[in-house]
C-alpha cells in the first residue's frame, strides 16, 4: 500500500511570495523532477493540499504540466505519513521547544538568499 504524501502548493510547489486570489505564480525549478521522482518510486500516493480555489488549482497543475502526478487536490487534512509544508513547524514532543521555534519560524521564502533555488 502506498504512502500519502499531502504536498502544499504556494510556496513549495511555486516561486510564491504574496498572496494574489486569482494568480497562481509560475512552477518552482525542480519541483516537476522532485514530484516526477516521487510518484515514479510507486511509493508515494500525491495529494495536493491547498487552501486555494479548487479549479484555479485544478487548471494550475494541468498548465504546469504536472497534474498527472496528483490523486486528488484537497482543502481537508488527511491521514497521511508526511505533510509537505512551508509553514509547518516539525513538533518533537516538547512544547516550551515548540514555544520558541513559533517564535523563530519564518517562511524560507521571506529570506531571499533562499528563495530561488
Ligand atoms: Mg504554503
Keep these: 500500500m502506498k ?4 504536498i502544499d502548493l504556494d510556496g513549495v510547489l511555486n516561486n510564491y511570495t504574496k ?3 486569482n494568480f497562481i505564480p509560475e512552477i518552482k525549478e525542480g519541483a516537476k523532477e ?4 516521487l510518484y515514479n518510486s510507486e511509493k508515494y500516493e500525491l ?3 491547498t487552501t486555494r480555489n479548487f479549479e484555479l488549482a485544478q487548471k494550475w497543475l ?3 504540466n504536472i497534474d498527472y502526478y496528483f490523486k486528488e487536490i484537497t482543502n481537508l487534512k488527511k491521514p497521511a505519513s508526511i505533510y509537505i509544508d512551508d509553514r ?3 513538533f518533537n514532543g516538547n512544547f516550551n521547544e ?3 521555534d513559533i517564535e523563530k519560524f519564518r517562511v524560507y521564502w521571506e ?6 533555488r
Design 98 to 100: 515548540t514555544l520558541k
Design 88 to 90: 509547518a513547524l516539525k
Design 19 to 21: 498572496y494574489e486570489e
Design 34 to 37: 522532485f514530484l516526477e521522482k
Design 111 to 116: 529570506n531571499k538568499k533562499n528563495y530561488a
Design 3 to 6: 504512502k500519502r504524501l499531502m
Design 62 to 64: 494541468k498548465k504546469e
Design 47 to 49: 495529494v495536493l493540499f
